[in-house]
């Protein structure tokens, strides 16, 4: 009897055309027959995982929600001693923290399939080089030619990519997400970032923000801190090709604390095919699959044989390359069960008060304030 699973990821080529490919490919080879459906980008950061469970198989989920699942047992773990040394290749490949980011008391519930972080994105054509400095940038969007996604859960994103590279990384463990004082030179980063720009780019996402800079005539010709997205890089894509580099830093230091992204991929507690399932996560996670198949079909590869690859980087503008240090030193949020509504309501926070110029204290009394409460679920 042949086995039909279905599975739910994201509506975006990069997360949606790699597990078409590799699924058809995974049926030749098993006769395992799996069908994807896809949601929103803002449905896949908020949607609850719980209840995608009770509908599909596999699920391809983001780390900050493990404390989550664990409560709720809706996932399997994936760490199953028969199959060590296959799952011990995968984690020795992983890029910067993407691996253990899906390790929650001392289980794994997903692996690393899609690797990402916030980098610099920029129109090689039009600027011909990446932006060092920070304060440059913030020259640029005075001229109207940045562009920063400042839309929930993002503004949130760029604050922790900040604190972390400022030497002063918001907290996993509480009570408070951050001190006053370190809170409000984040802010006033920011502040001076979004000063020059467009007011639209409280609602846009980083998908809204590339495909706009990668119309020919877009006035936009760099953002700072944005999820770099392969796909932009190809020639065809959209009418200009986006080039990604190393994120932009402050007096000198290291290009860390970009706070990690990516994908994993994870299996339903409520699969009646577990084994079957759980066997297509590690295939699709392997080194030869992820910068084979997964690379070649608008994938954004989880593992390290992909970054380095030559096959894989040239088509990219060197995209692997190019960012690889700053998904290195990323910053691996809170992923306490109950993170994931403080992220939602600090987003809104970050974005409602640098829109309205409130005070900086009074927001990060807000913040610090909700990610207390964030422990109390």
């Known amino acids: 009897m042949m086995v039909k699973l279905k599975g739910m990821t994201w509506s975006h080529p990069r ?6 490919a590799c699924s058809k490919l995974w049926q030749e080879k098993t006769g395992v027959e799996i069908s994807w459906e896809k949601r929103s980008l803002q449905d896949f950061e908020t949607f609850p995982v719980e209840e995608l469970a009770a509908q599909y198989d596999l699920i391809v989920i983001d780390h900050p929600h493990v404390g989550q699942i664990t409560r709720e047992n809706c996932l399997l773990p994936l760490d199953d001693a028969a ?56 020259a640029l969007a005075a001229e109207g030619k940045a562009i920063l996604p400042m839309r929930p859960p993002h503004s949130l994103m760029t604050f922790i990519t900040l604190a972390a590279h400022l030497g002063t990384p918001c907290s996993i463990e509480g009570p408070d997400f951050i001190a006053k004082a370190d809170g ?63 994120m932009p830093i402050i007096d000198g230091r290291a290009p860390h604390g970009s706070a990690l992204g990516g994908t994993g991929i994870a299996v339903s507690a409520r699969t009646q095919a577990p084994e079957e399932a759980k066997a297509f996560a590690r295939w699709i996670a392997g080194g030869p ?40 030193g990323a910053y691996v949020r809170p992923r ?40 109390e679920v």
């Open 15 to 20: 997360g949606y055309d790699p597990m078409l």
């Open 83 to 138: 199959h060590a040394d296959e799952i011990a290749a995968i984690a020795a490949g992983t890029v910067g923290r993407s691996y253990p980011s899906y390790n929650w008391q001392g289980r794994q519930w997903a692996f690393p399939i899609d690797a990402a972080t916030q980098v610099q994105a920029y129109r090689r054509d039009r600027l011909g080089a990446p932006i060092k400095d920070l304060a440059e940038f913030v």
């Open 184 to 246: 409000e030179a984040v802010l006033d980063w920011m502040a001076r970032i979004v000063a020059g720009m467009d007011i639209s780019c409280y609602e846009m996402d980083p998908i809204a923000v590339l495909d706009l800079m990668s119309q020919p005539g877009s006035p936009y010709v760099a953002s700072p801190f944005i999820y770099g997205y392969v796909n932009y890089s190809f020639a065809g894509f959209r009418p200009a090709r986006i080039a990604f580099a190393d």
């Open 289 to 328: 699959v992820q910068s084979g198949i997964y690379a070649d079909s608008n994938g954004q590869p989880g593992h390290a044989d992909a970054w380095v690859s030559d096959a894989v980087n040239p088509p990219a503008l060197d995209f692997y390359r190019n960012t690889r240090a700053t998904l290195e």
């Open 336 to 375: 306490h069960d109950g993170y994931m509504a403080f992220q939602s309501e600090a987003s809104e926070v970050i974005s409602d008060g640098l829109r309205t110029a409130t005070r900086h204290t009074v927001l990060i009394d807000k913040l610090n304030r909700r990610f207390a409460q964030s422990f």
